[in-house]
T-cell receptor, first 115, second 113 residues
């Protein structure tokens, strides 16, 4: 089973709202990732968690705040977003960070629209 | 620095015809190679990967790819495409010691009836 689930599937929010995206995997993977994908472009890495600790923050604005409550869950808290933040947000997980165990499996994504 | 080139932004092909999607990478060290598929309005699905061993890799949905170290290529092939193969295909590369996927720009496969 290589399933990563994400909720919600779609989200519309205003610039003053606070919302959260949720990602879950039950494959025992110890690395989890958040990506942002604009239309017709490859995904851009935002954050990497390894063993529930934030390993990488790719200079993402503070209006995006990740959280890893346990080894199966990854959240992305959103606050005061801008219309240009509208995109598909993808979660991924891998057994470990690098090497042959670093194969990343993606969820279906959350389509975010910021009004 | 590593880079991945997908030479074709779009590849139109008739249904039941063969297809090849090209991917070239630049790296002086050992790499791992991946092809992902993204169907319309969906997430990314791993099609196949090359980590080591046989250079011909078979994936899901009848796709296969061949790793060619001398030509630094990892082209994706399918002998007979179906309308359901309409999607965006991304090639990606990572180094052994690195978590970060380096992505190609993507190739849109368009199946003509």
């Amino acid at each position: 089973d290589t399933e990563v689930t994400q909720t919600p599937k779609h989200l519309v929010m205003g610039m003053t709202n606070k919302k959260s995206l949720k990602c879950e995997q039950h494959m025992g993977h110890r690395a989890m990732y958040w990506y942002k994908q604009k239309a017709k472009k490859p995904p851009e890495l935002m954050f990497v968690y390894s063993y529930e600790k934030l390993s990488i923050n790719e200079s993402v604005p503070s209006r995006f705040s990740p959280e890893c409550p346990n080894s199966s869950l990854l959240n992305l808290h959103l606050h005061a977003l801008q219309p240009e933040d509208s995109a598909l947000y993808l979660c991924a997980s891998s057994q470990d960070l690098a090497g042959g165990l670093g194969t990343q499996y993606f969820g279906p994504g959350t389509r975010l629209t910021v009004l | 620095a590593q880079s991945v080139t997908q030479l074709d932004s779009q590849v139109p092909v008739f249904e039941e015809a063969p297809v090849e999607l090209r991917c070239n990478y630049s790296s002086s060290v050992s790499v791992y190679l991946f092809w992902y598929v993204q169907y319309p309005n969906q997430g990314l699905q791993l099609l196949l990967k090359y980590l080591s061993g046989s250079t011909l890799v078979k994936g899901i949905n009848g796709f296969e790819a061949e790793f060619n170290k001398s030509q630094t290529s990892f082209h994706l092939r399918k002998p007979s495409v179906h309308i359901s193969d309409t999607a965006e295909y991304f090639c990606a590369v990572t180094r052994d010691s690195n978590y970060q996927l380096i992505w190609g720009a993507g190739t849109k496969l368009i199946i003509k009836p």
